[in-house]
């Protein structure tokens, strides 16, 4: 497709159940992020992959949290066990390359609101 | 923690009026973006600044980076109500160890028609 996708758009799920989120990113994007967006907030960054190198896991909030990305294009973030307080937007966004002017520009997937209840 | 921060917190104007949004940051930047946010979902890309630049200018948009006082400035001219959105600054960290965009927390601009 043309641009970032992500499903689902809208997950309820109960307190204590996984879930698994989805990103498909720009074809040919090597950087892929996930961010955190709470009600009336800025983004939180969660996790980033380039390319084949070790992802950059420092804004997982808990071990609760990861993400992995196949073949270096769809990328899933899981939470486990959820609790309330993961009830969010999470947005996902793709670069042609990151850290290297003119190809770090991000462009962002729609989003799936998360609601744990 | 959120590195950029927006100013003011919410603004409303009317239609035809410009709408002026600045920004502050607290670390030395590679570059700094402006995004806008409707409806709570998917950010859409505005305008880069690099840090050697003063201004810069797309359409309606003019971006001002002042540097010294690590401030940023976004101005929409001639504003409409299909403005109303949340704009949002993000930096990028000139030491190279981030990767990842810093954002603020957003100014939600409301355009009366």
């Known amino acids: 497709g043309a641009g970032v996708s992500q499903s689902p758009s809208n997950k309820v799920t109960e307190k204590g159940k996984d879930v698994e989120l989805r990103c498909d990113p720009i074809?040919?994007?090597?950087?892929l992020y996930w961010y955190r967006q709470s009600l009336g907030q800025g983004l939180e960054f969660l996790i980033y992959?380039?390319?084949?190198?070790?992802?950059?896991k420092s804004g997982l909030p808990s071990d609760r949290f990861s993400a992995e990305r196949t073949g270096g294009s769809v990328s899933t973030l899981t939470i486990q066990r959820t609790q309330q307080e993961d009830s969010a937007v999470y947005l996902c966004?793709?670069?042609?390359?990151?850290?290297?002017?003119?190809?770090?520009?991000?462009?962002f997937g729609p989003g799936t609101r998360l609601t744990v209840l | 923690s959120q590195q950029g921060e927006e100013d003011p917190q919410a603004l409303s104007i009317q239609e035809g009026e410009n709408a002026t949004m600045n920004c502050s940051y607290k670390?030395?930047?590679?570059?700094l973006q402006w995004y806008r946010q409707n409806s709570g979902r998917g950010l859409v890309h505005l305008i880069l600044?690099?840090?050697?630049?003063r201004e810069k200018h797309s359409g309606r948009l003019r971006v001002t980076l002042d540097t010294s006082k690590k401030s940023s400035s976004l101005l929409i001219t001639a504003s409409r109500a299909a403005d109303t959105a949340s704009y949002f600054c993000?930096?990028?960290?000139?030491?190279?160890?981030?990767?990842?965009?810093?954002f603020g927390s957003g100014t939600q601009l409301t355009v009366l028609p």
């Open positions: 966004a793709s670069s042609l390359r990151a850290g290297i002017l003119g190809a770090d520009t991000q462009y």
């Open positions: 074809s040919g994007h090597t950087a």
């Open positions: 992959f380039q390319g084949n190198s070790a992802p950059d």
């Open positions: 670390t030395s930047i590679n570059n």
């Open positions: 600044i690099r840090s050697n630049e």
């Open positions: 993000a930096t990028a960290d000139r030491s190279g160890s981030a990767r990842q965009l810093t």
